[in-house]
C-alpha cells in the first residue's frame, strides 16, 4: 500500500470542504430536484404499469426531463411518445 502524501491529504480536505459548502447552499434546491425526479418517476412507472400501449422508458433522459419540467415533462414525454 502507498503511503498519503500531504498533497493528497490537502486536495481531499478541499474537495470535502466544496462539497459541504454546496450542500449548505444548495440543500433545498437539490432536495426538491430529487423529490420531483422519485414521485415524476414513480407516476411514469405507474402509468406504464397501467397503460402498455403508451408506455415511455425510465432512464436518465425521462429524469432529466421530469427533474426540470415537473408535471408538464411527464405530459410532455407522452405527448411525444404519441407522436412518434
Known amino acids: 500500500m502507498e503511503n498519503v502524501n500531504s498533497q493528497q491529504v490537502i486536495i481531499a480536505l478541499i474537495f470535502v470542504c466544496v462539497l459541504m ?5 444548495w440543500r433545498k434546491q437539490l432536495l426538491t430536484v430529487f423529490l420531483k425526479v422519485v414521485v415524476g418517476m414513480g407516476i411514469v412507472w405507474l402509468i406504464n404499469l397501467l397503460f402498455l400501449f403508451i408506455a415511455i422508458g425510465l ?3 425521462t429524469a432529466g426531463t421530469i427533474a426540470i419540467l415537473g408535471l408538464p415533462g411527464i405530459v410532455m414525454l407522452y405527448i411525444i411518445n404519441a407522436l412518434l
Not at 459548502?21 to 447552499?25: D, E, G, M, R, T
Open 21 to 25: 459548502l454546496i450542500w449548505s447552499v
Open 59 to 61: 432512464n436518465g433522459i
